[in-house]
Each structure stands twice: as structure tokens, then as C-alpha cells.
């Protein structure tokens, strides 16, 4: 079985600062990860994943995320944000495929972006 | 045009009505999902669905049942509604069963008086 741990439930950051949120996962098998972003009154969307090859992975709107075996995380990270990417920010993990996928989801860390 | 629909969009209902949800997407995808996202915003998966069969059903009461008419299609029926059933639910879709859900609908969010 998979976890996600997201620390941080709310991160404040100033416009045009740069910002990371941070996820940890557990799993006895390797995985796939995710970042999934939701705006207000809609669905997620995928925002990057990470499967295999270079650790640091780019997205959409400009984030990325770093894949650390050793210590089992995966930071999404901006270096300047705008007030659009006020938003819910969730981690997802899933096992390497093998018949089908389940993903497990973070309980989310919401970005307040300050003007 | 919008990849996956779910209508309604807002369910506001009693105790103890049934209910349905429908979804559609026009991805071509094969794979279909349905999840839960509670008040704390934490999202569950509750049922997967590959060309019209159940793949996952995640410990889901009876009361849930999904029907998948065709790839396109999943809708949600849920009957004798319960206050914990309180939620927003969310269709998903992805290009096969070996992908993670790329699309989701908006959401429709349930409420139960």
C-alpha cells in the first residue's frame, strides 16, 4: 500500500515570491508521482508527473518538482508566483503499473497567493 | 468543448432519496473513474471502470452502484441517501487502465438535508 503526506494544509506566499509545497510518500514498491492542481468550483488537473529518467521534472504554469529516492519526496516548486495560481495543490502516488493503476492522493495543501 | 461533463452540477436532496450522477467524456479515452472528495478536501477513489467493466470497487456500500453503458458513460446511482454521504464527487477519465486520470469533471457537489 501507498501514502502521501502533505505537511503543510496552507502556505501563504507573496506574489512574485518563490514558493514550495511539500510532499512525502511511503510505499514498498516503487511508484509513479504526481501533482495535481484544483482551482476553486472545478476538477484536478495534472499538473507534472514523474515516471522514470531525470529527477527533475517540468510542468504546466511554469512548476516543477524534484524526485528524492532517498528521501522519498517529490517538493513541487515555482520561483515566482501569480495571484492565478491561488489554488488546491495535490500530491498522488500510484505503483508502477502492473494491471491497473490506483492512485493515492495527499490530503492537499492550499496556495493563498497575497498581492 | 468540455472534455468530461457531469450534470448536476449541485444535488441538494433528503435523507433516505436515491439520486443519480452522469458523466460523459468525448476523449475517447477507455478508462473511467469515480471519486469522492470529502469537507477535508480529501479525494477518494470509489470505482474504475475500463471499457464498460468494474476494474476497482473500493469497500463502496451497495447503495452505490455505477453503471457504464458504453466506454464513454459512467454514471453514478446512489439510493437511500445518508448524511455522510455529504460530498463532492468527481468523474475522471484517463487513456487506458495503465494511465493515472488525466481529465476531471467539474464536480457535483451533493448535499443531503
Known amino acids: 500500500a501507498q501514502s502521501v503526506t502533505q505537511l503543510d494544509s496552507q502556505v501563504p506566499v507573496f506574489e512574485e515570491a518563490p514558493v514550495e509545497l511539500r510532499c512525502n510518500y511511503s510505499s514498498s514498491v516503487s511508484v509513479y508521482l504526481f501533482w495535481y492542481v484544483q482551482y476553486p468550483n472545478q476538477g484536478l488537473q495534472l499538473l507534472l508527473k514523474?515516471?522514470?529518467?531525470?529527477?527533475l521534472v517540468k510542468g504546466i504554469n511554469g512548476f516543477e518538482a524534484e524526485f528524492n529516492k532517498s528521501q522519498t519526496s517529490f517538493h513541487l516548486r515555482k520561483p515566482s508566483v501569480h495571484i492565478s495560481d491561488t489554488a488546491e495543490y495535490f500530491c498522488a502516488v500510484s505503483p508502477l503499473p502492473g494491471g491497473y493503476q490506483k492512485v493515492t492522493f495527499g490530503t492537499g495543501t492550499k496556495l493563498q497567493v497575497i498581492p | 468543448d468540455t472534455a468530461v461533463s457531469q450534470t448536476p452540477k449541485y444535488l441538494v436532496t433528503q435523507m433516505g432519496n436515491d439520486k443519480s450522477i452522469k458523466c460523459e467524456q468525448n476523449?475517447?479515452?477507455?478508462?473511467m473513474y469515480w471519486y469522492k472528495q470529502d469537507s477535508k478536501k480529501f479525494l477518494k477513489i470509489m470505482f474504475s471502470y475500463n471499457n464498460k467493466e468494474l476494474i476497482i470497487n473500493e469497500t463502496v456500500p451497495n447503495r452505490f452502484s455505477p453503471k457504464s453503458p458504453d466506454k464513454a458513460h459512467l454514471n453514478l446511482h446512489i439510493n437511500s441517501l445518508e448524511l455522510g454521504d455529504s460530498a463532492v464527487y468527481f468523474c475522471a477519465s484517463s487513456q487506458d487502465m495503465t494511465d493515472q486520470p488525466q481529465h476531471f469533471g467539474d464536480g457535483t457537489r451533493l448535499s443531503i438535508l
Open positions: 476523449l475517447g479515452h477507455d478508462t
Open positions: 514523474y515516471l522514470s529518467g531525470s529527477t
